[in-house]
T-cell receptor, first 115, second 111 residues
């Protein structure tokens, strides 16, 4: 079975530009979460979507937005890019949203470089 | 102070050694505890998943959770050079999906 897929693998943007990152969850999984991982640090939670609704938001500015589609894939958008947005953006997929024990599986990430 | 603390290392051990990796946390609401392995420039790979206190074993890996001390551990037996990676602890509560990660410990296993 295919795991979590993300695209693109790597991209380079200029300050002030906008970027869209894409994620396809594991087949059958309905929840997608986005994380930002700055080099040398652990991932930080940005958003969670379940059944196309936002279920959680981390401490990130409004320049960050996301959505989930009927097929459970998701997009993360970042506007007005700053140098500090340079990071590995990770998507995590899970079957459930909360409560019961379940695992979250991560994709390979999209490495964003802002110059 | 961070909610989850993890020694960044690097931790260097000879092949075959027993490795002990640890995290401490401050939020008593955390109920689910995970260990992920991350190779350079790759996504985290789920290694172990435990609920509440106790031990869980899977092959060469053993995860321990002590909620009374807010302390979790991952033990790797018979370590191999292929185990060289960054190990991330992560945890969450019952409400929502958000994982809180430690900063990761870099492990190097030398042949």
């Amino acid at each position: 079975d295919a795991g979590v897929t993300q695209s693109p693998t790597h991209l380079i943007k200029t300050r002030g530009q906008q970027v869209t990152l894409r994620c396809s969850p594991i087949s059958g999984h309905k929840s997608v979460s986005w994380y930002q991982q700055v080099l040398g640090q652990g991932p930080q939670f940005i958003f969670q979507y379940y059944e196309k609704e936002e279920r959680g938001r981390g401490n990130f500015p409004d320049r960050f937005s996301a959505r989930q589609f009927p097929n459970y894939s998701s997009e993360l958008n970042v506007n007005a890019l700053l140098l500090g947005d340079s990071a590995l953006y990770l998507c995590a997929s899970s079957f459930a949203s909360q409560g019961a024990a379940y695992e979250q599986y991560f994709g390979p990430g999209t490495r964003l470089t802002v110059t | 102070q961070k909610e989850v603390e993890q020694d960044p290392g690097p931790l260097s051990v000879p092949e075959g050694a027993i490795v002990s990796l640890n995290c401490t946390y401050s939020n008593s609401a955390f109920q689910y505890f995970m260990w992920y392995r991350q190779y350079s420039r790759k996504g985290p790979e789920l290694l172990m998943y435990t609920y509440s206190s106790g031990n869980k074993e899977d092959g060469r890996f053993t995860a321990q959770v002590d909620k009374s001390s807010k302390y979790i551990s991952l033990f790797i037996r018979d370590s191999q050079p292929s185990d060289s990676a960054t190990y991330l602890c992560a945890m969450r509560g019952n409400a929502g999906n958000m994982l809180t990660f430690g900063g990761g410990t870099r492990l190097m296993v030398k042949p």
